[in-house]
């Protein structure tokens, strides 16, 4: 028994090198195309309208809809953001999920809030609403106060009460620009029926601490594949600190938030596939929102973090239509009793939407650390020689070098013109250390983080309504 | 086994590296020749304008042009481009003719055969600026006019917007009717070219496009319309009250304040009032209040009393825009048994009088 733990170590290690040698190699395809998309994109040229749809009336309006925790003045500080924002119809929607008294008299202060008759629209299935506010200032504001229910539910109250057929989704951290919404209703606009989202932001600029550069590589990557080579394919997704529109009559179809933007992108995609109609969720690669430089490990963490926990709860909200097709051959009651609770996010089509991510941010990390310890633990004993331990570091830390270098010289390659050399070089180094102690801490925080939740205790007060019907159910599809 | 799985490995990541590095000097020195240039051209482009401006303010002497030409042609045309907008009538016909004499207008004809589609976008985006001048258009031809049929939108648009700047009343007909027919985008931005023909194009191109068969067109017709938020005189909106496509009705109704107000227009409105379908009705109240008829007086407190939330709304602000009848009957309301009916008419009443300052 003893006799076979070394050549069996030896084989999983060995395995597990080519394993992450193949989704290392896969992980650079996505980032060429993802440098192809932006290219043909340079090409084509984007021409800027902004000023012409400021004036428009033919526009269509936009509902900004934030959901803050508290009354804290960030959270004002927000709202006021989005008030500021350039646009010819715009309207802001706060949705306070279950606030108390005092925190109500802030908000009511704050914007000179008065109750309104306003009616709200049960589109989608929510908590119950206590009031709908408006000020009395010139400021097209609307403020909702609601039986609490979680974040999700607070965004479909926000869009139960906008109006406008377009709805805004801007990350409170992030940086955004006051002409976000114009730059980012252009691609709608260029064909309306089709589009029924669109994603746009830039990566984080590089700033001189090397904790910011790599989370600075780190955006860049994200925006080269989920934004500019998933667009190739249409599956783009959000990034952290991009904005988001998409169309309220597609989010309502869809069965409204579940989660975040990146949930709700992923909705919208899957049931867009499963009504099998043309459409398209646009990508604006335009520097009109990012997330914010992370100053210090642990503003970097955070940023990690966040971007993992949103992403699980994605995983596992597309997880539940493939687990159910492994489940439909062994027990047939419990199959009935999980599709009856079924939460898939995207019907079917979840793995092919996510599929790559999913393999670059669940699997690879899990891979990854397991050939570090089986690896370190096969050195010591004897079992693996130093041939595969390097071949293992190849896979892992030299395949993460060169895709680090790889987004930042094809970002330059598909940039008609290009970054500041001194900047660009910064990032090109800091992908060497980034990969030599970093990506291994990173994989364990990837890991860890797998298992959150999105949801923040203040806007979970009390309770958590049920989640909106899947996808599946609302349009046929394969299952 | 491992020796050759490390040593392919290394080999191709090390080429990849190699390459990478090789590629990010090339991109490096491409980088900053073309920030020299952008340096260069910055430089330059004043000392361009400046002996524009001179030449457009009446100086005949040329030379300095030439020169410019000669050595940064791309620049010089940019920065007769750059006057677009700020440059009309004579000064205008001197610039272009200036562009002629230069052949830069030729060189735009060529590059509209270019096949990047940026070249040509931008190719067509000059030649509409300088078609407004007759001899630049003989020698363009008919290269914009055709343009217009093109595939690429974006060459359609400044196309279409060349010739909604300079083209005859029949031309600028067709431009709306291709506005009708494309995309949001490209829709918006001919509506504000358009709007100065507004009252001409009522006369021809806008009623035989309202009477097509095709609803979308229609429905996007009467958006421009509303888009131009000016008077215009249409008549016949009243059979569009009655379209089976019930979002034409609608944008009928919003384009019911811009449009003489005949008898018709007002039974028409009058009756849609009371349509089972409440977004109709919706558009309807905020037609009659904005129109200010008292005789839908009746019809705005049932809706107010019967109607949906949002038709309530509507009634009710109607109504509180026809003081001193309005008010009356919102108060009416404010009384009544409707709890629902009454608050929303009390919050009417109240935001009129703050506003009217009573």
Known sequence: ?479 | MTRIELSVAALLLGGYALFFGVLLGLLARRASRVRQQAATAEALVPEIRDTLVDYLAGSNDETRIREFVRTNRQDVANAVLSFQGTVSGSARDRLCDLALQLALVQDWGQETRSKEPAIRRAAYARLAFVCAYEPCQRVVGDLVTRALEDADPEVRLPAARALAQSGSMAEIGRVFVLAASQNLMIRILLTEDLRKYSAELCAQAVPAILKSDDPKRVLAALDMLVAWERALPLLGLHELFEHRDRQIRIAALRLAPLVPLTPENRYAILRELTDTDTEVSTAAALTAGRLRLREAMPSLARCVRTGTAELARMAASAMAAMPPQGWETLEELAAGPSAAAALIASVALEKAKRKAGA
């Not at chain 1, 979840?350 to 633990?377: F, H, M, N």
């Open chain 1, 1 to 479: 028994m003893r006799e076979s733990i070394g050549p069996a170590v030896f084989w999983t290690v060995q395995v597990l090198g080519v394993l992450l040698f193949l989704l290392g190699l896969g992980a650079f395809r996505v980032l060429v195309q993802g440098c192809f998309a932006l290219r043909r994109r340079a090409r084509a040229g984007s021409p800027d309208y902004t000023e012409v749809l400021l004036k428009s009336a033919l526009a269509p309006a936009v509902t900004t809809i934030a959901v803050p925790p508290n009354g804290l003045p960030e959270s004002r500080k927000f709202a006021r953001r989005l008030l500021d924002l350039h646009f010819g119809r715009n309207e802001v929607v706060i949705v306070l999920d279950g606030p108390s008294e005092a925190e109500m008299e802030i908000w009511r202060s704050e914007f000179k809030l008065y109750q309104s008759a306003r009616p709200v629209e049960r589109k989608l299935r929510t908590a119950a609403v206590r009031g709908v506010y408006e000020s009395r200032d010139p400021i097209r504001i609307v403020v909702v106060d609601k039986e609490p229910g979680g974040a999700a539910d607070a965004w479909n109250t926000g869009v139960n009460v906008a109006t406008s057929p377009v709805i805004g989704l801007l990350d409170p951290e992030s940086e955004f620009l006051p002409t976000v919404l114009l730059r980012m209703i252009q691609p709608m606009l260029e064909a309306f029926e089709e589009t029924v989202a669109v994603c746009g932001g830039g990566s984080i600029p590089a700033a001189e601490d090397l904790t910011s550069r790599w989370g600075a590589l780190e955006s860049l990557r994200a925006w080269m594949t989920r934004g500019a080579a998933f667009s190739s394919r249409n599956l783009v997704l959000p990034i952290p600190g991009s904005a988001v529109l998409a169309r309220r009559d597609a989010i309502i179809a869809s069965g409204g938030f579940t989660g975040g933007a990146l949930e709700l992108i992923v909705r919208l995609h899957g049931f867009a596939l499963a009504s099998r109609k043309p459409y398209r969720i646009a990508f604006l690669p335009a520097p009109v929102s990012h997330c914010r430089v992370p100053r210090g490990m642990k503003e970097l963490r955070q940023m990690v973090r966040r971007d993992q926990r949103e992403l699980a709860c994605v995983f596992r909200g597309v997880e539940g239509s493939s687990i159910l097709r492994f489940r439909r051959k062994r027990d047939q009651k419990q199959l009935a009793l999980a599709w009856r609770h079924r939460k898939s996010l995207a019907g079917p089509f979840g793995w092919r939407i996510v599929r790559d991510l999913y393999l670059d941010r669940s699997v690879r990390p899990k891979l990854e650390t397991a050939a570090y310890v089986l690896t370190v633990a096969g050195l010591v004993m004897g079992w693996v020689d130093w041939n595969l331990a390097g071949f293992v570091l190849l896979s892992t830390a030299a395949m993460g070098m060169v895709q680090s270098l790889g987004a930042v010289v094809l970002r330059e390659v598909a940039q008609a013109a290009g970054s500041k050399p001194a900047q660009t070089a910064s990032l090109f180094l800091a992908a060497i250390p980034e990969n030599l102690g970093y990506r291994q801490l990173r994989n364990l925080w990837l890991i860890a983080d797998s298992f959150g939740t999105m949801v923040t205790e203040e806007q979970n007060r009390e309770r958590m309504v049920e989640s909106p019907p899947p996808v599946a159910s609302a349009t046929p599809t394969e299952e």
